[in-house]
T-cell receptor, first 112, second 112 residues
């Protein structure tokens, strides 16, 4: 059962545009992570959000955790070709076994 | 970068043959995980370990077994490979009390 739904599944934009990726669930998570994965490599952690309503910024990337800790968003300002990749959200259910549930991913292509 | 290696990086095998994938970490972390990644499904947990000789099943464990005889090594075995096990396999680690996971480079397995 997929507990985390990401949208859109695929996004193709021009350099300089803004975009938002969404990660939604009906379940509450104790924390949520965002990862970026490039072809032929493993996912790399971008950020962890823990508190409902929390906002974190990483250069041009802004991450927000929903107030109810069921959803999250990733906003990229002025996208660059280097932002191209697969973005994955992952939620921790806090059941003591430190297992993550991953979303299906959003594939982003930023063209020059 | 977290010290995680996977071997082999690529493998082609025939249906019915046994296959063992190895994950090695140099971080002395307690928790280790095996995932498979398939288009449309994201990352799905196969098995995980919370210590030497302590392992448990994930959401897609059928047809897979694991062993962990040392902190640094976590082995994933396909006793009799099937074409449905063609996938990219990732190992991950996380530290005690942390939910962030750090991934290895992956193993691309093709079962013909």
């Amino acid at each position: 059962t997929q507990l985390l739904e990401q949208s859109p599944q695929f996004l193709s934009i021009q350099e300089g545009e803004n975009l938002t990726v969404y990660c939604n669930s009906s379940s509450v998570f104790s924390s949520l992570q965002w990862y970026r994965q490039e072809p032929g490599e493993g996912p790399v952690l971008l950020v962890t959000v823990v508190t409902g309503g929390e906002v974190k910024k990483l250069k041009r990337l802004t991450f927000q955790f929903g107030d109810a800790r069921k959803d999250s968003s990733l906003h990229i300002t002025a996208a660059q070709p280097g932002d191209t990749g697969l973005y994955l959200c992952a939620g921790a259910r806090g059941d003591g076994f430190q297992k993550l549930v991953f979303g299906t991913g959003t594939r982003l292509l930023v063209s020059p | 970068d977290a010290g995680i290696t996977q071997s082999p990086r690529h493998k082609v095998t025939e249906t019915g043959t046994p296959v063992t994938l190895r994950c090695h970490q140099t971080e002395n972390h307690r928790y280790m995980y095996w995932y498979r990644q398939d288009p449309g499904h994201g990352l799905r947990l196969i098995h995980y370990s919370y210590g030497v000789k302590d392992t448990d099943k994930g959401e897609v464990s059928d047809g897979y077994s694991v062993s962990r005889s040392k902190t640094e090594d976590f082995l994933l075995t396909l006793e009799s490979a099937t074409s449905s096990q063609t996938s990219v396999y990732f190992c991950a680690i996380t530290g005690q009390g942390a939910f962030e996971q750090y991934f290895g480079p992956g193993t691309r397995l093709t079962v013909t």
